[in-house]
C-alpha cells in the first residue's frame, strides 16, 4: 500500500462524512505515508502527530481518525495533525489556527513510557 493509494481509498468515504483531506497534498501524503509506518510498526495506523505507546488498548484514542478528530475538526476546521479539516477550513471561510492538544497528559505521557 502506498500513502497515494490510501488517500484514494479514503477520500470518497471520508467525505461523506463531512470530512476532508488537508489541500496541502505533499503534507498529507506524508501523513498518510506516516500512518502506514506505524501500521508496519505496530500494527495498527497510530496517529502519526503523536507518540504510540505500542499497546494497542491504550492506544486506542489515536487510532487515525482519532477519538479527537471530530471536536477538533467541529471547534477548529482541522484535527490536531491537519490531516483531516471541514469544508470551511478549505475554502477559508475561517481561520487556519493551530490546533490543540486534547489528548489526557496521562495519555501523552504513556506513549512517553512515563
Not at 502506514?36 to 495498527?44: A, S
Not at 482519532?66 to 491537519?82: H, K
Amino acid at each position: 500500500m502506498t500513502a497515494q493509494r490510501l488517500y484514494e481509498q479514503l477520500k470518497t468515504f471520508q467525505e461523506s462524512k463531512g470530512y476532508f483531506f488537508n489541500d496541502d497534498k505533499d503534507m498529507t501524503l506524508a501523513l498518510l505515508d506516516s500512518l502506514l509506518v506505524n501500521k508496519e510498526r505496530l500494527g495498527y495506523m497510530a496517529c502519526p502527530c503523536r507518540l504510540a505507546s505500542g499497546d494497542y488498548e491504550a492506544d486506542k484514542d489515536m487510532l487515525c481518525p482519532c477519538t479527537y478528530r471530530a471536536p477538533d475538526v467541529a471547534e477548529y476546521g482541522a484535527c490536531f495533525c491537519g490531516l483531516y479539516v471541514s469544508r470551511a477550513w478549505l475554502d477559508g471561510s475561517i481561520p487556519r489556527v493551530t490546533v490543540p492538544e486534547r489528548r489526557p497528559p496521562e495519555k501523552v505521557l504513556a506513549g512517553l513510557g512515563l
